[in-house]
């Protein structure tokens, strides 16, 4: 089992950025895959971003490529999301997660955090 605690959510303007952080505890956090998924208001969850456990290998939705960066410290336990030139479109409730790869992760993670919410404004 795996615990995942998101941080660093909040209301932000566009073009601006915010790094949420998501606490891993329980399994061996520097084994798994980590990742984050978001769902908007009336829409489904959708990948945003994944990395493996070694941290060479990232997957990331196009509609953030060049804007986020995934990036992981297991030494703190923790996976980071930087995401820069925020949009409204961003604005959405992001979830961290857990799975066996990086490539797995991002269809199905075997864990979920609680989710922190992002609001971008115009």
């Known amino acids: 089992q795996v615990q995942l605690v998101e941080s660093g959510g909040g209301s932000v303007q566009a073009g601006d950025s915010l790094r949420l952080s998501c606490a891993a505890s329980?399994?061996?956090?520097?084994?798994?895959?980590m990742g984050w998924f978001r769902q908007a208001p009336g829409r489904e969850r959708e990948f945003v971003a994944t990395i493996s456990w070694t941290g060479a290998i990232t997957y990331y939705t196009d509609s953030v490529k060049g804007r986020f960066t995934i990036s992981r410290d297991n030494a703190k336990n923790t996976v980071y999301l930087q995401m820069n030139s925020l949009k409204p479109e961003d604005t959405a409730v992001y979830y961290c997660v857990s799975g066996s790869s990086a490539a797995t992760t991002r269809v199905k993670p075997d864990y979920w955090g609680q989710g922190t919410q992002v609001t971008v404004s115009s």
């Open positions: 329980g399994r061996t956090f520097s084994s798994n895959a």
